[in-house]
């Protein structure tokens, strides 16, 4: 069996551990800009990559569902943390420390079935394009990933282990695709959606919304779409 399986794997930490030295890059600007941009980064991510794909693989009707049971498991994991008690020096640290933690789960189940699908479809004279591809479209995961994290006061140590966290579901996703094959679209599509939801909750509910109350409105809007408009300027580049 060839090795071509796992390039998914390699590009995507990759892409991810860049999108990580850049979020440490960021993490000295004003945490109210950093707040709208990283939301405006995640909301174009949701719209242009993974909710076509999502409705690709099932459906409108399976992204609905998807999508309603994950804002049921957004609920769940929210009030899960918040009974969880994170010392750190201040509550702002603390939500971003939830934020980051949810950001990473759910990156790492959407990563799971997403891995499946390229290991069931790569093909080896493809490899080289692919890597590429993959690559530059994990940098905003990984941007989105880590700047919270960062911001928390996390350091390097974090920066290596999330991107192994959040890579290990597509490697396994891969082998199993490689070794099955691609035989159940509605149901990755199904675990797909409920991600986007959780993400997209995320990025409303936590990162806008503290944008908001520590600047203004108007402010976080104009930030977040410009956030919004670079994802869509760089996957435009790299597809």
Do not use: C
């Amino acid at each position: 069996m060839g090795s071509s399986w796992m390039l998914g794997a390699i590009a995507s930490g990759i892409g991810i551990g860049i999108g990580g030295a850049i979020a440490w890059i960021l993490k000295g600007l004003r945490i109210n800009f950093i707040y709208a941009l990283s939301a405006g980064i995640i909301l174009g991510l949701l719209l242009f990559e993974m909710i076509p794909e999502s409705i690709g693989l099932g459906g409108w009707w399976v992204f609905l569902l998807g999508a309603t049971i994950g804002i049921a498991i957004f609920q769940y994991i929210h009030r899960s943390l918040d009974r969880i008690t994170i010392i750190t020096s201040s509550p702002q640290k603390d939500i971003l420390v939830h934020t980051g933690i949810l950001l990473t789960v759910s990156i790492s189940i959407h990563n799971f079935p997403m891995g499946f699908v390229l290991g069931s479809n790569i093909k080896p004279e493809l490899a080289g394009a692919m890597l590429l591809t993959l690559l530059l479209h994990n940098i905003p995961e990984g941007i989105i990933i880590f700047t919270p994290l960062f911001l928390s006061g996390f350091g390097i140590l974090t920066w290596m282990i999330g991107t192994v966290m959040v890579t290990l579901p597509i490697l396994v996703g891969s082998l199993l695709g490689k070794l099955i094959g691609i035989g159940y679209p509605y149901l990755l599509s199904f675990i797909i959606s409920a991600t986007i939801s959780v993400i997209f909750m995320v990025a409303t509910q936590e990162l806008f919304k503290e944008s908001v109350r520590h600047s203004s409105l108007r402010f976080s809007l104009i930030v977040g779409t410009a956030g919004l408009v670079s994802v869509y300027l760089f996957i435009l580049a790299v597809s």
